[in-house]
C-alpha cells in the first residue's frame, strides 16, 4: 500500500501562485509516476499532470500547460507542483495519485488540498 498526504493548498489572489506537495509513505519502491487532479464544484474530476517517477517525464493538458510545473523528489518521496498566474478557473480540491509499477490507472490517492483562487 502506498499513503498520499497533500498539503500547501490554500486562498489566493488571481495572479498569484502556490506550491503543493504529496508526500508518500509505506511501498513506495512500487511507484511508476504521480499526478496531480482536481475537482471544481459541480464538475467532474480533471487531470492537471503527472509525472513519471524514474525518468521525470511530465504531462499537461493546455489548460495549464505554460504556468504549472510538477517536480519530484526522490529522496522525500514527494512530488511537487508549482502552480502560477492562477485564476478563478483553477479553484478546486486538488488531489495527488500514485500509479503502481505495471499498472496504467491511478490505484492510490491522497485526501485533497483545497486552492481556492479569487478574482
Known amino acids: 500500500q502506498v499513503q498520499l498526504v497533500e498539503s500547501g493548498g490554500g486562498l489566493v489572489q488571481a495572479g498569484g501562485s502556490l506550491r503543493l506537495a504529496c508526500a508518500a509513505s509505506g511501498r513506495t519502491l512500487m511507484i511508476s509516476a504521480m499526478g496531480w487532479f482536481r475537482q471544481a464544484p459541480g464538475k467532474e474530476r480533471e487531470f492537471v499532470s503527472t509525472i513519471t517517477w524514474s525518468g521525470g517525464r511530465s504531462y499537461y493538458p493546455d489548460s495549464v500547460k505554460g504556468r504549472f510545473t510538477i517536480s519530484r523528489d526522490h529522496a522525500k518521496n514527494t512530488v511537487y507542483l508549482q502552480m502560477n498566474n492562477l485564476n478563478a478557473e483553477d479553484t478546486g480540491v486538488y488531489y495527488c495519485?500514485?500509479?503502481?509499477?505495471?499498472?496504467?490507472?491511478?490505484?492510490?490517492w491522497g485526501q485533497g488540498t483545497q486552492v481556492t483562487v479569487s478574482s
Open positions: 495519485a500514485a500509479q503502481g509499477a505495471g499498472s496504467g490507472s491511478y490505484k492510490y
